[in-house]
């Protein structure tokens, strides 16, 4: 590859055509590619280095603890958890509706896994994601108040697809649990709450907003 259309590829910002270009070369020369058979295989190079870039500003915008899948969880340590109901959030359509799930339980019973496995998930379907614990969420709109911040934090929470917010809470040994709470967000969002309460795991989605 000369000089020139290296130039020409860094011009138009394609770095993902020119890592690949001389080797894409030397196989359309061995194999007789046709000028077409050649072009969609730089572009399909350009398209994998851009799909892979934007996933990693996806991932680093999500703020995840760690990045946890479902396939690295431990079905068999919880019993309790129904595989089929996470597998169903995991197919991004309560995204797409824009619904809300809560999961309630106990410590160390996997909420915080499979709520940042499902926004790993949907961060891979072209969600934007964003992931916060509860202290994180006040630290920040504390912040906000402080130094008039122009609502720029809630425009931040707001962006997102899937907002996860994690210990949003927690109540002692046999308290009760509410039936219901209230996270409140635009029509066209989704969120998940993980709430520490009671003795119970179970996943509470939304019904479909109105």
């Known amino acids: 590859m000369n000089a020139s259309v290296q130039t020409a590829l860094k011009q138009l910002r394609l770095s993902g055509m020119a890592q690949s270009l001389d080797v894409r070369l030397q196989e359309a020369a061995g194999n007789g590619l046709t000028h077409g058979e050649f072009l969609e ?5 350009e398209l994998l280095v851009r799909k892979d870039r934007q996933m990693q500003r996806r991932l680093k915008a999500a703020r995840l603890r760690e990045r946890k899948t479902l396939e690295d969880f431990d079905w068999q340590f919880n019993p309790s958890i129904k595989r089929k109901q996470v597998y169903d959030l995991a197919s991004g359509r309560f995204v797409r509706e824009a619904r809300d799930c809560l999961w309630l339980g106990p410590p160390g019973t996997g909420k915080s896994h499979l709520c940042q496995a499902l926004g790993y998930q949907a961060i891979k379907m072209g ?12 630290r920040d709109f504390l912040e906000d108040e402080a130094f ?8 931040k929470y707001l962006k997102p697809d899937l907002l996860i917010i994690d210990d949003m809470g927690s109540a002692p040994r046999g308290a009760s649990i509410p039936r219901r709470v209230t996270f409140p967000t635009q029509s066209h969002r989704s969120g998940f709450v993980k709430l520490r309460a009671g003795e119970a795991w179970t996943c509470m989605p939304s019904r479909e907003q109105p």
């Open 127 to 138: 969600f934007l994601v964003l992931y916060r614990s509860i202290f994180d969420v006040v």
């Open 148 to 155: 008039a911040g122009e609502n720029k934090v809630l425009a």
């Open 41 to 45: 295989l730089v572009l399909q190079d």
